[in-house]
């Protein structure tokens, strides 16, 4: 089992004989599964030391959204990464962010439009808290999936911008048998609603032919809401191709391109995205 570390001195401490070697973090808000996993082996693939935190981050969650019903499964977390990490930093929400705590990192760039139109509090409170996770570990390494495309761009730019002394890495997503990504959220899913989740892999890529096909961005777009409400979504909040670096509005697929969406079934939301 990993050790299990509370506090940012005791992490600092820990790490303090582990230096020679590089560390990996991978930072997560726990409800592990197959997809943080390998993000995880990627850590270790890159570094000798391998630290994951578990975060359920108060400040990227909006007060209607699920921050209380969020699952916090600590003791099967562990057991999956026996093994595979050496360190599991799990912090109380007063040991990150203490009494009377007021700053916060405002990104600009990659974290305008998308996810802020409909989550306006979300990439402050990301950056915020992947900044002071950094700060607490000074990893070489900090690992992050493509399944939160939006957010990996925005770390980059976080990271680049504020000159950390780290190297991010993006790691593809990892999907279920009929294409779903995996996300913790998909626990909260009925099982007719994961029959409807599952289509919405299949939508994108349909969009995705399209696009490639017919060259009108905006059509393709406007066909994969169509097919989402179709599908028994319950809500489409996006479906957008954009430029693959910077997620700038694009008319044409000369530059790499990327397809990203945000949908609701009930009270799950849900994003995926692909690469164009
Ligand atoms: P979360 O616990 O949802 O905050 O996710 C922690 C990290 O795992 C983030 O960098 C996510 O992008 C990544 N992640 C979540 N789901 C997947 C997946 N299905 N495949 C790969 N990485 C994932």
Redo the contacts with the bound molecule.
């Keep these: 089992m990993p050790q299990v570390i509370a506090t940012v001195s005791e992490l600092r401490t820990a790490l303090a004989s582990r230096r020679s070697a590089r560390i990996g973090m ?11 996993l ?2 995880v082996d990627s850590a270790k693939k890159h570094a000798g030391t391998v630290v994951v935190s578990i975060f359920v981050n108060p400040t990227q969650f909006a007060p209607h959204e699920d921050f209380d019903a969020y699952p916090r499964t600590l003791e099967a977390d562990l057991e999956k990464l026996a093994g595979r990490a050496d360190f599991v930093f799990a912090p109380g929400p007063r040991e990150m962010y203490p009494e009377g705590h007021a700053t916060s990192i405002a990104v600009g760039g990659p974290a305008q439009g998308l996810e802020s139109d409909f989550r306006p509090h979300f990439f402050a409170g990301v950056a915020t808290v992947v900044a002071k996770l950094l700060i607490a570990a000074s990893p070489d390494i900090a ?6 495309y939006q ?2 761009l925005v770390v980059k730019r976080l990271v680049r911008d504020l000159g950390l002394p780290v190297e991010v890495i993006g ?5 279920e048998s009929d294409g779903l ?4 959220r998909n626990a909260y899913l009925s099982a007719e609603e994961r029959r409807v989740a599952g289509r919405l892999n299949a939508i994108l890529k349909d969009a995705i032919s399209l696009a490639r096909a017919g060259g009108d961005l905006r059509a393709a777009e406007a066909a994969g809401v169509e097919a989402l409400w179709a599908a028994g979504f319950d809500h489409v909040d996006y479906v957008a191709i954009r430029d693959a670096q910077s997620l700038d509005h694009i008319v044409s697929l000369e530059r790499p391109a990327r397809i990203l969406a945000a949908v609701k079934i009930g009270k799950t939301r849900l994003i995926d995205n692909m690469a164009v």
């Design positions: 991978v930072p997560t808000m726990g409800a592990l599964h197959a997809g943080h390998s993000l690992v992050f999936g493509e399944k939160d957010q990996l790691v593809p997503t990892l999907r990504a995996m996300s913790s």
